[in-house]
């Protein structure tokens, strides 16, 4: 697996942030490739992900890394135009201290490694950004060093055969000469050619 402490979050947190911005408020209610979430719950998921990961990554442990993703409520802030942008950029900044990536941490309610820990805030930031992206009508371009440890992620939990209920879904069958973010989009249970519903 790509060696995770190398992993800079800062250009795809930037990345995801910059998606966030374009959504318009009259697409929050639009689907996306996640089936039980609107654009609104993505992005409310988002939000309440980069807190968790970052107090992951300072250890500061308590009700943010407690919470079950699935127990989760999914509501949008108010002021979330504001507020997750900033949570991304602490995320971001809160991965840079090495000492994140060492000992054992709690996210969603787990413990874990560190550096298991990073690496999940990776690939829960490329996969959410495609969804954004897909949702919205937006152009998507990850951050390569984030798209490939991603990939080696769900790829080596594709090979361990235990994928866990409820976190990735029966994989999609991708080309193997299809684009990296196609096989790592397949790999977690979303099929690359999803597009939005059109109305009747």
């Given at each position: 697996?790509?060696?995770?402490?190398?992993?800079?979050?800062?250009?795809?947190?930037?990345?995801?942030?910059?998606l966030a911005a374009a959504v318009p408020d009259a697409a929050l209610a639009g689907r996306t490739p996640c089936p039980d979430y609107a654009v609104s719950d993505l992005l409310g998921h988002l939000a309440g992900l980069a807190v968790a990961f970052r107090d992951a990554a300072r250890k500061d442990l308590g009700p943010t890394t407690d919470t079950a993703p699935g127990s989760a409520a999914l509501s949008l802030p108010a002021g979330w135009r504001e507020d997750l942008p900033r949570a991304l950029g602490e995320l971001a900044e809160a991965w840079q201290d090495p000492a994140a990536w060492?000992?054992?941490?709690?996210?969603?309610?787990?413990?874990?490694?560190?550096?298991?820990?990073?690496?999940?805030?990776?690939?829960?930031?490329?996969?959410?950004?495609?969804?954004?992206?897909?949702?919205?009508?937006?152009?998507?371009?990850?951050?390569?060093?984030?798209?490939r440890a991603a990939h080696a992620f769900l790829l080596a939990a594709a090979e361990d055969g235990d994928r866990g209920d409820g976190i990735f879904g029966p994989i999609v069958p991708v080309p193997e000469d299809a684009p990296l973010l196609d096989r790592a989009v397949g790999l977690s249970g979303r099929d690359p050619g999803w597009t939005p519903p059109t109305s009747p």
């Amino acid at each position: 697996m790509t060696d995770t402490r190398t992993i800079d979050l800062g250009p795809q947190t930037r990345i995801v942030a910059g998606l966030a911005a374009a959504v318009p408020d009259a697409a929050l209610a639009g689907r996306t490739p996640c089936p039980d979430y609107a654009v609104s719950d993505l992005l409310g998921h988002l939000a309440g992900l980069a807190v968790a990961f970052r107090d992951a990554a300072r250890k500061d442990l308590g009700p943010t890394t407690d919470t079950a993703p699935g127990s989760a409520a999914l509501s949008l802030p108010a002021g979330w135009r504001e507020d997750l942008p900033r949570a991304l950029g602490e995320l971001a900044e809160a991965w840079q201290d090495p000492a994140a990536w060492s000992g054992m941490t709690r996210a969603g309610g787990v413990d874990l490694p560190g550096e298991i820990a990073g690496v999940v805030a990776v690939d829960e930031l490329v996969l959410h950004g495609w969804d954004l992206a897909r949702a919205t009508g937006q152009e998507y371009v990850p951050d390569q060093a984030a798209l490939r440890a991603a990939h080696a992620f769900l790829l080596a939990a594709a090979e361990d055969g235990d994928r866990g209920d409820g976190i990735f879904g029966p994989i999609v069958p991708v080309p193997e000469d299809a684009p990296l973010l196609d096989r790592a989009v397949g790999l977690s249970g979303r099929d690359p050619g999803w597009t939005p519903p059109t109305s009747p």
